[in-house]
């Protein structure tokens, strides 16, 4: 099995700033991608930001140029640098990593930490 434990979020202004970070432990052979997610009311779950073990980032466009996704591998940690928040990012973040066992995807979910921006 696997563990998320997430950190972070919170309440911030728009043009603010905040750090989210994920630390995984258990059974973390295999793994593919770690990365955020997040869901607003009403919407489905969007993939915001993933890190690859071999470093290649993914991000969705509407925060290219405002948020970056990095890792410690030795901790099995992913970070997220969320800058220039606008309220349309607030939503419920769900931290994400992806394992690929005998051909086949498993995906494990953080309990999600909320990120609220105000106008």
């Known amino acids: 099995q696997v563990q998320l434990v997430e950190s972070g979020g919170g309440l911030v202004q728009a043009g603010g700033s905040l750090s989210l970070s994920c630390a995984a432990s258990?059974?973390?052979?295999?793994?593919?991608?770690i990365g955020w997610y997040r869901q607003a009311p009403g919407k489905q779950r969007e993939m915001v930001a993933t890190?690859?073990?071999?470093?290649?980032?993914n991000y969705t466009d509407p925060v290219k140029g405002r948020f970056t996704i990095s890792r410690d591998n030795a901790k099995n940690t992913v970070y997220l640098q969320m800058n220039s928040l606008k309220p349309e990012d607030t939503a419920v973040y769900y931290c994400?990593?992806?394992?690929?066992?005998?051909?086949?995807?498993?995906?494990?979910w953080g309990q999600g930490t909320q990120v609220t921006v105000s106008s």
């Open positions: 258990g059974s973390t052979v295999g793994i593919k991608t």
């Open positions: 994400n990593l992806r394992r690929r066992i005998a051909g086949v995807n498993l995906d494990y």
């Open positions: 890190i690859s073990t071999g470093g290649n980032t």
